[in-house]
């Protein structure tokens, strides 16, 4: 059995590494490969017809958080679980069906905090 301390530290431990990303400035971020295409915005506009093979949990989870807010690339890397050849895959899928609206986020200053 866990004492309270072990139970209160894995749950600090997890809620900080959940949250890590939010504690840097979009500025403070260093860009990476997989970072190419980020200023790219994804909206669902209507549920997409996928095969039964792309229909994973999260592919899934994606796509409902996506019919209610908008989302990059970077978000669905970090949040889905799915490499980047799967994210490209569906956001190449999702355009060419039309099931998505694509905001060019690079129009948009950036907010100072």
Do not use: H
């Not at 979009?26 to 093979?53: A, F, N």
């Not at 989302?71 to 895959?89: C, E, F, M, P, Y």
């Amino acid at each position: 059995m866990n004492s309270v301390y072990d139970t209160i530290y894995e749950w600090a431990r997890k809620t900080t590494t959940s949250f890590s990303e939010l504690r840097l400035l979009p500025r403070e971020m260093q860009e990476t490969d997989d970072d190419v295409g980020d200023s790219l915005i994804y909206r669902l506009k209507r549920w997409p017809d996928l095969p039964s093979q792309a229909r994973t949990a999260g592919v899934l989870r994606t796509l409902s958080v996506m019919s209610s807010r908008p989302v990059n690339r970077q978000w669905i890397l970090s949040t889905s679980k799915l490499g980047a050849a799967q994210v490209d895959r569906l956001l190449k899928r999702l355009t060419e069906e039309g099931a998505v609206e694509v905001i060019d986020g690079s129009k948009f200053p950036p907010e100072d905090f």
